[in-house]
């Protein structure tokens, strides 16, 4: 290795921790970032909603559900240019001037974010006014609508060059870093949302509040933070606002592509179903009922998935060395960290959500129990196959990606245009989760853990069995606990989790022993 950075990854330089204590503190810098991000996922998703309801109708809140799932979806216009620059990043770990050709790329890559940006920012602004958000998804009562839609979009189109800075981040061994910058970002975002419903109370000032402190953010990130962290960036000598050649930049997005659509599918899976909902299903009530059902499966995704970041940067790292049988055993132990915490959250959420959503909503959405277990036993059911994803996007499996990833966007949005209009709500879960176990699991998953472990076939099994075992152990309590402590209200809820938190504690706590665990890591198929 080239790479002189103190933290990067690299061999492993401790013994007794699978791939080095190195490793282990920067997996541990990483998820405890993530574990903020996630918390704070929670509070804009879940602790928020409650101070929306208290100023706005639920036919302000589903706008601002459709507001906030459109500037999350516009991400794709990032169109894989992230991971296809984590690839070449990775790439230069084994070039002569790993540096020096870091630099240039990145300075040209830099250029093609903005050049980008100033296209599809003319393009946007253009929609909006020939074809009015409000007109579209349904939403012709809300004076603010289009405003507060048009400066989420754009606001959030802005952010993209940050995704270039987190890339290199990922890849120098500074993943925690960037994470911890944007959760500063996100917290002050949610004050600003909060001071805006206040003092305003409509959609354009929330999403105002929301965007800005996302700017502020990536305006740290790109043009003071990178720099400081990687001097060598300075290198590259070029201003970042003269555009890059024509013939370079479509060699990049055709580079991108397959990362692009595999980035396009998982934020559809999470967003697309708000607008088809919006747009399919008449019931305005309705709408915001599958948004908030839908938040807490998009939680349970969303917290796999930033589990996987920081071990797919290691796997690709150990895959760009040749490191096999170190990836190998990473590989197995990932795949079942992510499965057991998925299980072990949705064991948990299954008898207590019916509770909390009544709390959540102050009674005035109804609970839909089909789609709640619909959507969170789904969510286990993919979490393997979170981890093979992310390691394609680390190890640039292009043709797996684009023919696996289109193909599960082709099933979701076929089964979701079939089944809303006759099942409703049902119908569009049904959609998303059938195309998770069709393709992602039973074709991209199982593809990367063919190439990856020698005994694939034994490791899912295995990880079905930790899973049900998971799960239903912690339904059961659960049912256990509400059956021995009836009551209600927000008391009655704390009491009820922290008799289970308490009761899973005691059941895993033999899991402190080393020895024991050691001997459960070497009963994992690898």
């Known amino acids: 290795m080239t790479d002189t950075q103190s933290n990067a990854p690299g061999k492993a330089d401790g013994a007794g921790v699978p791939g080095g204590v190195g490793r282990a503190r920067r997996l541990l810098h990483g998820w405890s970032a993530n574990l903020v991000q996630m918390a704070l996922g929670l ?30 979806l516009v991400v794709v216009a990032d169109a894989g240019l992230q991971l296809r620059a984590i690839n070449r990043f990775l790439g230069f770990k084994s070039c002569a001037d790993s540096d020096g050709r870091t630099a240039n790329f990145y300075s040209a890559m830099l250029r093609l974010y903005l050049a980008v940006i100033s296209v599809l920012g003319v393009l946007l602004g253009v929609a909006v006014v020939l074809a009015p958000p409000s007109a579209v998804l349904g939403f012709h009562e809300m004076p603010t609508f289009d405003a507060a839609m048009l400066v989420m979009t754009l606001g959030m ?9 987190s ?27 909060l001071v805006a419903l206040a003092m305003f109370g409509n959609l354009l000032a929330v999403a105002i509040a929301f965007v800005s402190m996302q700017l502020l953010f990536t305006t740290f990130l790109v043009a003071f933070d990178a720099s400081r962290q990687f001097p060598f960036l300075l290198r590259a000598g070029k201003s970042p606002f003269v555009w890059p050649s024509l013939r370079w930049s479509v060699g990049q997005f055709g580079r991108a592509l397959p990362f692009a659509v595999a980035n396009v599918t998982e934020l559809a899976l999470i967003n697309v179903p708000v607008l088809l909902v919006s747009a399919l299903v008449t019931n305005r009530i309705a709408v915001a009922q599958w948004g908030l059902t839908r938040v807490i499966a998009s939680l349970v995704r969303g917290l796999c998935i930033q ?50 959503f009544a709390l959540w909503t102050h009674g005035s959405i109804p609970y839909d129990a089909p789609l709640t277990m619909t959507l969170l036993l789904g969510s286990v059911a993919v979490a393997p196959s979170l981890l093979a994803l992310g390691f394609a996007n680390h190890s640039n499996r292009g043709d ?14 076929a089964l979701a245009f079939v089944l809303i209009p ?49 799960v239903v152990s912690g339904w059961l309590i659960g049912l256990a606990i509400a059956a021995l402590v009836p009551g ?39």
Not at 48 to 72: C, E, K, Q
Not at 172 to 192: F, H, K
Not at 316 to 334: M, P, Q, S, T
Not at 425 to 448: P, Y
Request: charged residues 10%.
């Open 43 to 72: 509070t804009q998703q879940l602790l928020l909603i409650p101070a929306f309801l208290h100023v706005w109708t639920g036919d302000m809140l589903s706008a601002w559900l459709a507001i906030y799932a459109a500037g999350n």
């Open 157 to 165: 189109l802005l952010t993209l060059p940050a995704n270039l800075v």
């Open 167 to 193: 890339g290199l981040y990922r890849v120098r061994g500074r993943y925690g870093r960037t994470v911890w910058l944007q959760n500063v970002a996100l917290l002050l975002g949610q004050v600003a949302q």
């Open 307 to 356: 589990i996987t970041l920081p071990l797919a940067a290691e796997l690709g790292h150990d895959h760009a060395v040749g490191e096999k049988e170190r990836l190998r055993r990473l590989y197995a132990y990932g795949s079942m960290f992510v499965t057991g915490i998925a299980s072990l959250i949705v064991g948990g959420l299954l008898p207590f959500w019916s509770d909390f």
């Open 400 to 413: 797996l990606l684009i023919w696996t990833k289109g193909l599960q966007l082709v099933v979701f949005l």
């Open 422 to 470: 006759h099942l409703g709500l049902l119908g569009a879960a049904l959609a998303v989760v059938a195309s998770d176990i069709l393709v992602q699991f039973c074709l991209l998953g199982l593809v990367i853990m063919r190439q990856t472990l020698r005994q694939p076939f034994r490791h899912i099994v295995f990880l079905s069995l930790v899973a049900v075992v998971i």
């Open 488 to 526: 209600k209200g927000l008391v009655h809820f704390l009491l009820e989790c922290a008799i289970w938190l308490a009761a899973v504690g005691a059941l895993a706590s033999p899991l402190l022993n080393p020895v024991l665990r050691d001997r459960l890591r070497a009963l994992i198929p690898a």
